[in-house]
């Protein structure tokens, strides 16, 4: 038997994507929404059977994000959006009069979840509109399915409330009883959080949860899925509870050395966060080693992760694309799996390859101690108390993207591109100009994204035409693919910052994208660790840095927000990651002389919990998103030593935040950092928003900038 544990949502041509920005701009209706959406459900479902899956899954289809429907599910929409418009997309994005609610990364993934808010007052009741009816929706096509929801321990880790487990465990009873009115006789429980390092306390809920929720009579039957790594100490606790199956990441994991008699194991073989092909040798080794009393063939995680399908790729080498496997070739290889395992079929195990040796780069370089540097860069720059700056990106128009294809295409010359966005960078430092902001950037209209530009530009990257994955919401990325030794054959960025710099006396940030993020935003090698792959980048962006600093940009930002995101699970793996990471950082930013000011930024990725890690960066400024955050990030980060950006702007939401608003976050943070440590930023690049938004909201940071200038004299 076969089956995946999730799959992409967005369309393979990223239909959602254009359906829910019609939507949010008012060009089409929520029926029309919902349309496409049954539409794409609908074509997941026949494309899964034609591919022979034995158990498809439903109600992995989101309009935004999976914990966000569970949320919705269980009732937890706080009172202040339930008046809005649109409750949902209000939580997500906010409204001019509401603020969302929180976002950050999905364990050590590139995916955005929207953070629960429960509180004591929080009254938990199903609505199971969403899971019903597709299951109605599959079986009106002629499909049975298996609903997929994010699991109650997981659901309350992840907003912090494990204290309410015995009040969420009676809408996940009623759930479940629903489902088997419905005649559904399986429903899996998505629980990733069982991977990481849990107390004693949190595995007796998980014994407590699935004891109590087993027990119930009549009841479809459970499958708890777990991935991202191994379950360790939660497996035994797992399998002492009456739940019928466990689900296992045996790519990251390791196979139980324990019999699980009574269970079935969904084996997850097929990975589900890469783009390589499965060994069939190897992932059968692995299934026969499974002690239980059936095993189904799976992926290790969700295919949420990885593109649709390499059939429309046809500008990747030949040899590349033979070792590739998208969602849909992943699905052909668990069914394929579940064929030779059922056939008795033994293919050869290949040896091992030799662990390749690491250059010891470990030690991190060095610059000058910060406060010789800082009294350099202040006689330099010489900017104002709480300069005002930007993260990189403006706007991306459509003008720009559809210029950009044309070029691809053929349709529009090399110059006639280059004139464009010569113009618009143009524009862009006006714009900033006008505005009064004190560190410019050139806005980045040239880049299609902040890692696949580099990719673009580097040796040993392959970028695909389609292989779009995503990020948030409606917004997606098409992560690079790391096949070879990384090298810069030429400058990347220096041409048009120094453009944007010769058009104006303040000073411009010069924008790179810092190793780690590259090579975690990319699909990265299979043969080769991945340390040594980021040391690669790390020496391609000294280069960078170098000639930027001799093109004459006095200001370089080498944004790191992808730090925290590769930070291991489990406690035990961190300190080993952080060191050659932050080693890493410092190799591609050390090169810098001292009066050359170097940024950072991280968004979104709960930075508070990683500081020394940080704080070892060495950066002179660091950009963190706040704004969501508020007192969680700036009460971890009080008493800071170098210059702290915390950010006052939410671009991930339409609305425009006042002056007074981001006064109130400007002032918040004086509570808890000297003023000569303070900058004043938005939270993130700028690229998804319009020039209204942007314009407007920029006018009232510099407003609130300039007038606690005035009252601290």
């Given at each position: 038997m076969s089956t995946v544990l999730g799959y992409p949502r967005i369309g393979p041509r990223r239909e959602l994507k254009r359906a829910l920005e019609s939507y949010w701009d008012g060009r089409?209706?929520?029926?029309?929404?919902?349309?496409?959406?049954?539409r794409l459900r609908a074509a997941t479902w026949r494309r899964l059977a034609e591919l022979?899956?034995?158990?498809?899954?439903?109600?992995?289809?989101?309009?935004?994000?999976?914990?966000?429907?569970?949320?919705?599910?269980?009732?937890?929409?706080?009172?202040?959006?339930?008046?809005?418009?649109?409750?949902y997309f209000a939580m997500a994005r906010g409204t001019d009069g509401l603020a969302p609610l929180r976002m950050t990364k999905w364990f050590d993934t590139n995916y955005h979840y929207i953070v629960p808010e429960i509180g004591p007052e929080t009254v938990f009741t199903l609505d199971a509109a969403k899971p019903l009816g597709e299951v109605r929706e599959?079986?009106?096509?002629?499909?049975?399915?298996?609903?997929?929801?994010?699991?109650?321990?997981?659901?309350?880790?992840?907003?912090?409330?494990?204290?309410?487990?015995?009040?969420?465990?009676?809408?996940?009873?009623?759930?479940?009883?629903?489902?088997?009115?419905?005649?559904?006789?399986?429903?899996?429980?998505?629980?990733?959080?069982?991977?990481?390092?849990?107390?004693?306390?949190?595995?007796?809920?998980?014994?407590?949860?699935?004891?109590?929720?087993?027990?119930?009579?009549?009841?479809?039957?459970?499958?708890?899925?777990?991935?991202?790594?191994?379950?360790?100490?939660?497996?035994?606790?797992?399998?002492?509870?009456?739940?019928?199956?466990?689900?296992?990441?045996?790519?990251?994991?390791?196979?139980?050395?324990?019999?699980?008699?009574?269970?079935?194991?969904?084996?997850?073989?097929?990975?589900?966060?890469?783009?390589?092909?499965?060994?069939?040798?190897?992932?059968?080794?692995?299934?026969?080693?499974?002690?239980?009393?059936?095993?189904?063939v799976g992926t290790s995680c969700s295919l949420q992760h990885v593109p649709y399908s390499t059939a429309a790729e046809d500008d990747l080498p030949p040899e590349l694309l033979s070792r590739l496997a998208f969602a849909e070739e992943k699905v052909a290889e668990v069914v394929e799996l579940a064929r030779l395992l059922a056939e008795g079929a033994a293919p050869a195990v290949p040896d091992e390859p030799a662990a390749a040796a690491e250059p010891d780069r470990v030690r991190p370089a060095a610059r000058s101690p910060y406060p010789v540097r800082a009294a350099a860069q202040a006689g330099h720059l010489n900017l104002p108390k709480l300069?005002?700056?930007?993260?990189?990106?403006?706007?991306?128009?459509?003008?720009?993207?559809?210029?950009?294809?044309?070029?691809?295409?053929?349709?529009?010359?090399?110059?006639?591109?280059?004139?464009?966005?010569?113009?618009?960078?143009?524009?862009?430092?006006q714009v900033q100009e006008d505005l009064g902001l004190d560190v410019l950037v050139h806005g980045e209209p040239e880049r299609n994204d902040m890692v696949q530009y580099f990719a673009e530009h580097l040796d040993g990257f392959a970028v695909?035409?389609?292989?779009?994955?995503?990020?948030?919401?409606?917004?997606?990325?098409?992560p690079p693919i790391i096949h070879g030794d990384v090298?810069?054959?030429?400058?990347?960025?220096?041409?048009?910052?120094?453009?944007?710099?010769?058009?104006?006396?303040?000073?411009?940030?010069?924008?790179?994208?810092?190793?780690?993020t590259i090579v975690a935003w990319s699909f990265d090698r299979d043969d080769l660790p991945v340390r040594e792959v980021v040391f690669q980048v790390a020496d391609a962006i000294a280069e960078e840095v170098r000639d930027l600093e001799a093109a004459g940009l006095s200001v370089i930002q080498v944004d790191e927000p992808a730090l925290r995101e590769l930070l291991p699970l489990r406690a035990a793996e961190q300190p080993a990651y952080l060191e050659w990471a932050v080693a890493a950082y410092r190799r591609a930013t050390a090169v810098a002389a001292d009066r050359t000011q170097i940024h950072t930024h991280l968004c979104y990725s709960d930075a508070d919990q990683i500081l020394a890690a940080i704080d070892g960066l060495d950066a002179?400024?660091?950009?963190?998103?706040?704004?969501?955050?508020?007192?969680?990030?700036?009460?971890?980060?009080?008493?800071?030593?170098?210059?702290?950006?915390?950010?006052?702007?939410?671009?991930?939401?339409?609305?425009?935040?006042?002056?007074?608003?981001?006064?109130?976050?400007?002032?918040?943070?004086?509570?808890?950092?000297?003023?000569?440590?303070?900058?004043?930023?938005?939270?993130?690049?700028?690229?998804?928003?319009?020039?209204?938004?942007?314009?407007?909201?920029?006018?009232?940071?510099?407003?609130?900038?300039?007038?606690?200038?005035?009252?601290?004299g």
């Open positions: 089409s209706t929520r029926r029309e929404l919902e349309e496409e959406g049954a022979g899956l034995g158990e498809l899954p439903s109600n992995t289809f989101s309009f935004y994000d999976q914990v966000l429907d569970t949320a919705v599910l269980l009732g937890a929409v706080p009172e202040r959006y339930r008046a809005a418009e649109d409750p599959a079986r009106a096509l002629g499909h049975e399915t298996r609903p997929v929801v994010v699991g109650p321990v997981t659901f309350l880790l992840l907003s912090g409330a494990l204290d309410r487990l015995e009040d969420v465990l009676g809408p996940y009873a009623d759930l479940l009883a629903a489902l088997a009115a419905e005649g559904v006789a399986w429903v899996q429980l998505d629980e990733p959080a069982l991977v990481t390092d849990l107390t004693p306390a949190q595995l007796d809920a998980v014994r407590a949860a699935y004891d109590r929720l087993g027990a119930l009579s009549g009841r479809p039957r459970i499958l708890v899925a777990s991935f991202f790594g191994d379950l360790g100490a939660a497996l035994p606790a797992l399998a002492a509870t009456p739940v019928e199956a466990i689900g296992l990441d045996l790519v990251r994991g390791r196979v139980p050395d324990i019999p699980l008699d009574g269970k079935t194991v969904v084996a997850g073989v097929v990975s589900g966060r890469d783009v390589w092909r499965t060994d069939p040798g190897r992932a059968l080794a692995t299934l026969r080693a499974i002690r239980a009393d059936r095993v189904v300069p005002t700056t930007t993260i990189g990106s403006f706007p991306q128009t459509g003008e720009l993207r559809r210029a950009r294809a044309e070029v691809v295409a053929g349709k529009l010359a090399e110059d006639g591109y280059e004139a464009l966005v010569r113009r618009e960078i143009e524009h862009v430092i695909t035409k389609h292989g779009w994955v995503q990020s948030y919401g409606s917004r997606c990325t098409r090298r810069r054959p030429e400058p990347i960025t220096v041409r048009w910052s120094a453009y944007a710099q010769s058009l104006t006396s303040r000073p411009v940030k010069g924008m790179l994208t810092g190793p780690v002179d400024v660091t950009t963190i998103e706040s704004a969501r955050s508020g007192r969680r990030i700036l009460d971890a980060v009080s008493g800071y030593t170098r210059g702290l950006g915390p950010g006052v702007y939410d671009i991930h939401s339409p609305r425009v935040p006042s002056a007074e608003e981001v006064g109130e976050r400007l002032a918040a943070a004086l509570k808890v950092l000297p003023v000569e440590r303070v900058w004043v930023n938005p939270d993130c690049g700028l690229k998804t928003r319009t020039y209204p938004q942007v314009e407007a909201s920029l006018g009232n940071v510099v407003a609130a900038a300039r007038r606690l200038r005035e009252t601290l």
